[in-house]
């Protein structure tokens, strides 16, 4: 599962500020102490019954958005002997509970269609409390065992309530998108998203992560529409009536929450990996897309299988892209789902500067390893499925694009780990109580785990840790597993004890924050004192690099009391002291030291964030300090784009030594630099400039195959000459997407008129995902700036019904935020004017005000 971030893009928030909207606050609260689900050990599911095998035959009633289904499920005692089964079924109508007798005294594999109609079917007793149907067995069974279940079923979706989370924001595991076809702007589709414990909300099972089940999936649809699921299609027949049986097998056990089916008018592009199908699906304009942006999956599956010394253990793989996804995307074993922020098209992809499509399937990829392979038995131990499927994304960017990329990643993972800390609360990465198991998909788990891994690596060294790795996926292949599992595994490989480690990092929470001081009074040494700041004392292994006389010198130190000294031997003062001279500990610290020794750390320590601690300490001094400047301007070359993008964001070219030192560099770097970001980010400091000569320049911007640097462009223009930018951005009002999209929304919120709130209307229509809370922003903006009650309250109830549609209380209490002094802007004109403007403006005010209300109603009853 990836976790989608819940920040609004940067591309969000600059809308918001051009659009004159206020930037919104939210207050966050941890778990109250008081709930009394927390007092609830999440021990690990109690196996009586182990699922063996499960056949699913199914079709759907689109009218009524419900699946009908017939089950066959394989089952065998654990361990002790039993007469009785609980299975998972929610929400659902049952019909039918059978054993199913076949003839031979044990149970085939993989029963055939024949076998299973030929067999004698005995009724069972059973209850059913709308959850689980509690099946008393016609005799006792013993782990030598095994027996065929029959239910025959019909799941109803849309009437099961359960609650989501900020991972996955719907918990009904079977949606119908469009099942009418009334939205001509959407696809219809069928798809389900199993994670956590809504598989059983389609098919009846032990719907446990420490079930291990082969299964098979028939699925009769109409012959227009393509299907997806686990494993392998063996067979497709054409139906009398216009439809068609796909069946699906999957020989390989996997966990029943990684089960999946897709349903739809999909573009199914084909690639391969070592003779394995290597599908990608996509809506059918994405098509000529589809390997730009899956083509790297056949690398990465080649890149990670060597690097963990364990081939891609699946029949296949394929990629699907559905809409209205509740989630970012889903690992389900051998078809991984996507959310349609992934879809792009080619232009587009080359904004994605935090390479977002690269991430997520690297993400959804690696859990076929860590995750679908070898399960956490437990949601509690979740880690060993989401942490190292985080670190994945680490790993390739590292293999792909480079050091820099991957620490730049590694670095905003880390932050916003802290973040979250600071208004959840902070967990232990293994935790045994939570409110919900849906808590447990966080950034602890997810960004503070991934890099909880990146400093074992860095303490174990990389053949022991990728070793360690290997070890661990061959001894529980197919097996449920927990952190110590993976603890043993590094122990075997290292010799060594990791249980301080363990107990630190894994069943204990927070991070260090350090007070780092230095000390070069004594001739000869240079001190350094670190002091970590409240209760928990961290132990800490890092390295300090000493640079002094041209060379460095690299001292591997362990930090284990409250305050720890150290003294290192020089020759002189040295120029620098690299505390963590790795750059991998999650921390904060307060580092007691003078701008030179940033300065020279800018231009000798190697890491990305060496460079950027630099970077930003000097653009806090680039006007009065020309040491601090010239650092600054040396960064708008620096080799990696990222760096490069933030010195030019901070640059204050207000001032003249700055502006003087950096404009030559901006220009060139606004018509040259290969990354469209470092473009935009160039184009829009000379735009503050405000200086006609510079017309030209945004212009030509406006033909860069860059919807980023297009907008970019569009804005610098727009600041100099409106009247010229108005009807270049109704010409490219067609092909807008992206930054160039809301810097037309920018153009038209300058020019106020009535007649261009269609665009903002359209554009909120066409909007997916989390692009639709962009647009709702967007339209909200012009709905700030004109007077017309029609137009603003069509608009308002247009931005309502889009926002409330993610079922979301962070996007809700988002809106409203913005809503809100949008009312008392219209409140204040409408105090200030007369007659019928005034009554007008009361009216839309008023409007914003219900609509605030309603959605708050709403967002509590949720």
Known sequence: MYLSSKKVPALLLAGITMLGLCSPVFS??????????????????????????????VRFDYAKRQLIGKAWITLKPHFYPTDSLT??????????????????????????????????????????????????LNKTYSSNDSYIVYVDYTAKPDEWKAEGSAAITDAKGLYFINPDGTDPKKPIQIWTQGETEASSVWFPTIDKTNQRTTSEISMTVDKKYVTLSNGKLISQKANANGTRTDTWRMELPHAPYLFMMAVGEFAVVKDSWRGKEVNYYVEKEYGPHAKAI??????MMTFFSKMLGYDYPWVKYSQIVVRDYVSG?????????????????????????????????????????????????????????ESFADYSEYLWFEHKFGKDAADEHGYNSMHNYMESAQYRGDHHLVRFHYHSQEDMFDAITYQKGGRILHMLRNYLGDEAFFKSMNLYLKTNAFKATESHHFRLAAEEVTGQDLNWFFNQWYFGKGY?????????????????????????????????????????????????????????????????????????????????????????????????????????????QQTGNADARATVIAALKDKFEGLRAIAIAGLKMDNNDVKTAALPILL?????????????????????????????????????????????GLVGLADLDLKKAYPLAKSMEKDARGALGTAIANVYAQNGSEADVPYFATNLANSTGQDKIGAAILYLGILGQIDNTALVTKG?????????????????????????????????????????????????ASHILQTVQKIKEQTKED
Request: charged fraction near 30%; include cysteine; aromatic fraction near 8%.
């Open 294 to 299: 899956f083509g790297n999956t056949p690398e």
């Open 329 to 385: 995307a889903m690992e389900n074993t051998t078809a991984s789902i996507f959310g349609d922020f992934v879809q792009k098209t080619d232009r587009e992809l080359l904004d994605d500067d935090e390479r977002l499509g690269e991430s997520v399937i690297a993400h959804e990829l690696f859990h076929h390893w860590f995750g679908d392979l070898a399960t956490c038995e437990s949601w509690s131990n979740l880690t060993m499925n």
């Open 28 to 57: 966050q609260t941890a778990e109250s102490k008081e709930d009394p689900l927390l007092n609830i050990y999440r021990a690990s599911p109690t196996k009586i019954n182990n699922v063996v095998h499960t056949k699913l035959d």
């Open 796 to 844: 308002v109830d247009d931005v309502t019904d889009a926002i409330t549609s993610f079922n979301n209380n962070w996007v809700n209490n988002y809106i409203m935020n913005l809503m809100q002094p949008i009312a008392k802007k219209k409140q204040e004109k409408a105090a200030a004017s007369s007659g019928e403007l005034r009554n007008e403006l009361s009216k839309q």
């Open 512 to 620: 260090p924050t350090l007070d780092i001081a230095y000390d070069y009074s004594k001739p000869g040494f240079a001190g350094v004192t670190i002091e970590q700041k409240g209760e928990k004392i961290f132990d800490l292994p890092i390295a300090i690099d000493v640079y002094e006389g041209g060379k460095k010198t690299r001292h591997k130190v362990r930090i284990t009391e409250k305050t720890s000294h150290f003294s290192f031997p020089v020759n002189g003062k040295p120029d620098f002291v690299n505390v963590d001279g790795d750059k991998i500990l999650i921390l904060e610290k307060t580092d007691r030291r003078n701008l030179a020794t940033y300065v020279f750390q800018y231009k000798n320590a190697p890491t990305y964030r060496d460079r950027r601690e630099a970077i930003e300490e000097c653009l806090k």
């Open 87 to 136: 299975l998972d079924a929610k929400g659902m109508d049952i019909r039918t509970v059978s054993l199913v007798q076949t003839a031979g005294a044990t149970v085939a594999k993989f029963p055939s269609d024949g076998l299973l109609k030929a067999a004698r079917t005995t009724p069972l007793q059973y209850e059913y409390d709308g959850k689980t149907i509690r099946v008393k």
């Open 668 to 712: 060139d770097l606004a018509k040259n630099d290969p990354a469209a970001p470092v473009r935009a980010a160039s184009l829009k400091q000379i735009s503050k400039l405000k200086d006609p000569q510079y017309v030209a320049l945004f212009e030509a911007a406006l033909k860069d195959r860059s919807y980023l640097v297009e907008g970019a």
